[in-house]
């Protein structure tokens, strides 16, 4: 079946505008149907708990003291510590019931006999689900008392400290900011419990799992999971019969000539792109020593081995848990940028033959506003955390507190410019193909998908400190999501479609169709395959089906990739041992099986609503972030930089064997994490969740667990195997500076590459035809 690159175009315009107004309604909605913060919290006599400033503060003390990256809160965030809705959910239910027992039988509630606790435990799950909402919200007396109790052990635990919890004392300033945290906290509990008006679930769809509060499963996650199932045989068997009756090449070596690096002419300006990958090589590797502490702090939560505590360094007042998680996922998506910022820049000049004038002190420019946002965000984070910054100041310049988007506000912004100043400068770059090629061609996609990058981002501008937790946690997903799901997917299949075509394993007319084909696969289910980060945040019911089905749909271009991904192993296998491009290829091939492997085998699981409901924010989700992040956009990433190292290291100075060694490492280290240490871990706590309860999966007793320490213990290796793979990638990374190529100039016919991408689809006559 032949399909047309104009209607392949026009198909991914639609599915573009039905994702903009479908998602804009979401954003509507959000608004219209979370629950909205009363003006006061009341007890029974009329005396008021908490005021809508004051929880309102206390999101604030969440976001500024980095809490999201200790614990989490309806379930999103770190694992290190408890869910804070879940745990002040399950205090409330302990409280209550021990006011009730007194106050019913006048005995503690462990001395009641089977039937009397039978009766306390349905007196407080029905005065918990049968609250209201409203401007005023009135507690019984028995909910007063536990939300008092709840407010002690938070100023307790978190302005006191508990070491054997990875919380040093005064982690949180002072005790009020504590009981505002807490009023926070069982705010998010009280709309997890409460059914919504003319409904018979709560506000977060009854999660967290909680008996005892009235908290189970809806029926929407049992009804929804099969159809999910089912969509996922019919809609997997019809993508694949597509895929194989739509005419797409594979690349292949068959009969072509692949321009060997050392023929290609080099610009200024790809000299100065290439400096964005030693950058993020030592950010790569700072990032990786940081996720081993990480992950050694579950283990031994108050040092590292002793060692700091022979040094006298108080590692946990000076590098909590929280700081170090916030470093180690912010390096992770800035390394990646990195490489990626510095991929885009270098290939224009390879496939144009062209330069802009002064693009190379452009690039310089971007680099050094790389270098302050890195600085700045990442100093402001501690800064910030450590409580130097006051007022506005925290969220501006220091700790913005929320998973992915922790740093301040004006490194964000700063981010967002350099995604805009880097689209305009592959623009520049790109102008020969642009003024050339239809508005579908191979740069323009390059454009679109990098520029998606940037647009989405700016949805984390939409929100404050003093915006509803369910309506921030609504516009980070956009970020966070989006980004995996669908704007870094397009990037993924347009950049290598780019470098198959600088190798000459594709013509351009068939790169564009094949990226615009993957591209409408991904978009049209990764943008609205969001919604399963709604289901239990506080948005209507209605994000179940929605989520079930676009979540099962995204499985399916992840297996495209992962086709695609074998036809380039066997063209690079055909290729032979003088193949130039053999390692860049390998990264790549390994980027569409973890790409497959991570986000796709195990994102469909933890995905279905009903597995979803009890496994979200444990280990099962780690091992699924770090085989989708690290895995498909990190091989990416790296097997990219080893592409165009492989340019600028002079020909006869080119040794691979330290980067084959870092490929190796770094895929058995990664394997390792994942399926020795993430995922056990998260089958086991899937199991605590379903017999104990949401809160027992994510206590301290589930980690403390003999098993669950030694299952710690055993991922060490792969940590350490990946902490490797970094090291000697840096390493090679640098001393390939030393022996780059000197600059060249290329001749006014332009580079190898760029004669071919013009010259020959001319001399065929089909340079302006529509295959």
């Not at 492989?646 to 870092?662: I, Y």
């Not at 190796?664 to 969740?689: R, S």
């Amino acid at each position: 079946m032949e399909v047309r690159r104009r209607t392949l175009a026009r198909a991914l315009l639609v599915v573009f505008v039905f994702n903009l107004v479908f998602m804009g309604a979401g954003a509507y909605f959000a608004y219209q149907q979370s629950p909205e913060r009363p003006d006061r919290v009341v007890g029974p006599d009329g005396a008021t708990l908490a005021t809508n400033a004051e929880i309102t503060e206390g999101k604030a003390v969440f976001q500024r003291n980095g809490l999201m990256n200790q614990g989490s809160i309806l379930g999103n965030g770190a694992y290190f510590g408890a869910d804070y809705t879940a745990d002040a959910q399950d205090r409330l239910v302990t409280n209550m019931r021990s006011y009730v027992a007194r106050e019913r039988y006048g005995s503690a509630y462990a001395g009641l006999g089977p039937a009397e606790r039978a009766a306390v435990n349905s007196t407080v799950e029905r005065q918990l689900s049968n609250g209201e909402l409203g401007d005023t919200v009135r507690l019984t007396a028995a909910e007063a008392y536990a939300y008092e109790r709840v407010r002690e052990a938070y100023v307790e635990r978190y302005h006191g400290g508990a070491r054997d919890h990875g919380i040093p004392a005064g982690f949180v300033d002072s005790p009020e900011e504590a009981r505002r945290f807490a009023d926070f906290a069982l705010w998010t509990a009280l709309f997890a419990t409460v059914d919504r008006p003319n409904a018979d679930t709560s506000w977060t769809n009854e999660f967290p799992y909680n008996p005892g509060a009235g908290n189970t499963p809806p029926v929407s996650a049992l009804t929804w999971s099969v159809v999910a199932m089912v969509l996922l045989v019919a809609g997997g068997g019809a993508g694949i019969w597509l895929y194989s009756a739509v005419e797409l090449p594979e690349p292949t070596t068959d009969g072509v000539d692949v321009p060997d690096p050392s023929e290609i002419d080099l610009f200024p300006s790809q000299f100065a792109a290439v400096r964005f990958v030693p950058v993020a090589a030592v950010l790569f590797l700072v990032q990786t020593l940081l996720g081993g502490l990480i992950a050694h702090y579950y283990i031994e939560r108050e040092g590292f081995y002793g060692v700091a505590e022979a040094l006298g360094v108080d590692a946990m007042g000076l590098m909590p848990f929280a700081t170090t998680k916030a470093w180690h996922i912010d390096l992770a998506v800035l390394w990646i940028a990195t490489l990626w910022l510095g991929i885009g820049l270098f290939l224009p000049p390879l496939l144009t033959g062209q330069e802009p004038d002064d693009q190379k002190r452009y690039v310089h420019v971007l680099l050094g506003a790389l270098f302050v946002v890195v600085v700045g965000g990442l100093g402001g984070v501690w800064l910030g955390a450590q409580g130097y910054l006051d007022g506005a100041l925290w969220w501006i310049l220091g700790n913005e507190g929320l998973e992915y988007l922790e740093v301040g506000r004006l490194w964000q912004v700063g981010l967002l410019v350099g995604f805009v100043l880097w689209t305009g400068l592959v623009a520049r770059g790109f102008k020969p193909l642009l003024d050339r090629e239809e508005p579908y061609g191979l740069a323009h996609l390059i454009l679109y998908a990098g520029g998606s990058i940037g647009l989405l981002f700016s949805a984390s501008m939409l929100y404050t400190p003093k915006t509803s937790m369910v309506v921030t946690e609504f516009w980070r997903w956009w970020v966070v999501h989006m980004w995996v799901e669908g704007a870094f997917e397009f990037f993924v299949v347009a950049i290598v479609a780019v470098s198959l075509v600088s190798m000459n394993l594709l013509t351009r007319r068939s790169a564009e169709k094949a990226v615009m084909f993957e591209a409408l696969f991904v978009m049209g289910a990764g943008v609205i395959g969001v919604s399963h980060h709604y289901w239990w945040i506080g948005l209507p019911d209605y994000w179940v089906p929605i989520g079930s089905v676009f979540s099962t749909l995204e499985f399916i271009p992840l297996v495209f990739i992962l086709y695609e991904a074998l036809g380039q192993y066997r063209a690079m296998s055909a290729a032979g041992e003088t193949f130039p491009y053999r390692l860049p290829f390998a990264f790549i091939v390994a980027s569409g099986v973890w790409n497959f492997v991570g986000a796709g085998v195990l994102g469909f699981f933890i995905n279905l609503p009903l597995v979803n409901y009890f496994e979200h924010g444990t280990f099962l989700t780690v091992g699924h972030a770090h085989g989708a992040m690290f895995g498909a956009f990190g091989f990416l990433a790296l097997g990219l930089a080893t592409y165009v190292l492989r340019f600028t290291t002079k020909p006869d100075e080119w040794d691979p064997t330290n980067l084959k060694r870092a490929f190796w490492l770094l895929n058995v280290g990664l394997a390792w994490m994942v399926f020795v240490g993430d995922v056990p871990v998260g089958f086991l706590q899937l199991e605590t969740v379903f017999t104990q309860g949401y809160d027992a999966g994510r206590s301290l007793a589930f980690y403390s667990r003999p098993l669950v320490q030694r299952l710690f213990w055993a991922r060490l290796p792969g940590d350490v195997l990946v902490i490797l793979g970094a090291a000697v990638f840096s390493y090679d990374v640098v001393k390939k500076r030393f022996v780059r190529r000197e600059e060249t100039t290329a001749t006014s016919g332009g580079t190898v590459v760029s004669r071919r991408l013009f010259g020959d689809e001319e001399d065929a006559g089909t340079e302006l035809g529509d295959d």
